[in-house]
């Protein structure tokens, strides 16, 4: 079997890559932040020439968008260096490099799903620190995939379909940002996404098509449209007296960050060059309200 190296092991996608690689033939190596801290080089450098992985697969990073406003340095860190130590390893030892980066790279001044050849502009830094990640790996390493994903939900962690679906059963009430329309995407599906594609890169080796790719859940929805959903099918599941939901624009709620307004991800690149569809983020959600 192929060893899989996966940073950030404890994360969302990286739980659920360290699930699935078995059913992909790959001995899933897993280690969390404790086991490999990615922004330091040398941790990074001796980790890697001990395990001597086939593949990398980068599921850490840095994800508190607001937080990361004040804590630049610690962003910085994961969400940049982090990449480049990786790259630069990969690259020197001839190992393909998996990454993950996000539809916060764009502002979300577009109204049709972002490609890949548009032009980024992050409106947090975040985004900025992500778009530096990425460009560490692709200027560093030409053996990579650079896989953008969008609002991840699942079952491990917190994120806002969790969110939403505690305060829909605890709350009177809840206001619900109705200018801000993007692709939810199951951290599952990313996983699987991932491991298919790092199977097909040793497959095809040589005439694989490396490169960055959008993956991003259909349909794309509000913010409001998501939790409607999620909480539609909390009642079809019985649950009673959930909050009531009321549209409120983005600038009812201040944040630290700014988010972009739209940031869909057009997935047909990898549809056409590897036949992996954009999953239907509805039908991820009904499997996960069904086992929470
Ligand atoms: N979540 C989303 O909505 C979303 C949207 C678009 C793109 N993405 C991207 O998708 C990828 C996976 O995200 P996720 O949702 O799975 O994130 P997550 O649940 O926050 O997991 C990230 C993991 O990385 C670890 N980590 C942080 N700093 C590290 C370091 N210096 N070295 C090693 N590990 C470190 C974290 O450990 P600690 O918990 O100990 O800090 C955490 O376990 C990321 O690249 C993210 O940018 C996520």
Redesign the pocket.
Known sequence: MKKLLI??A?????QELTQQANFHSFKPIPL??AD????DYDQVDQTVNDIKPDIIIN?????NVDLAETKQEQAL??NKE?PDNLAVTAAKLNIPLFH????FIFDGEKNTPYIEDDDPNPLSFYGES?LLGEEAVWTVWDKHIILR????FGQY?H?FFSGVADWAKNKKELQIVSDQVGGPTP?NAVAETLLVLAAKSIEQNNSFYWGTYHYSGLPAVSRFEYTQFIVSELKKMGVENLANLVPVPASHYPMPAQRPAYSALDSGLLERNFGIKAPDWQEGARELIKIK
């Open positions: 940073t950030g404890k994360g969302q996608v990286g969390s932040r490999l801290d990615i922004s599921a850490a990073a840095f994800t860190a994961c982090g993950i980066s996000t539809d992500k994903v969008s609002w991840v962690g994120n951290a």
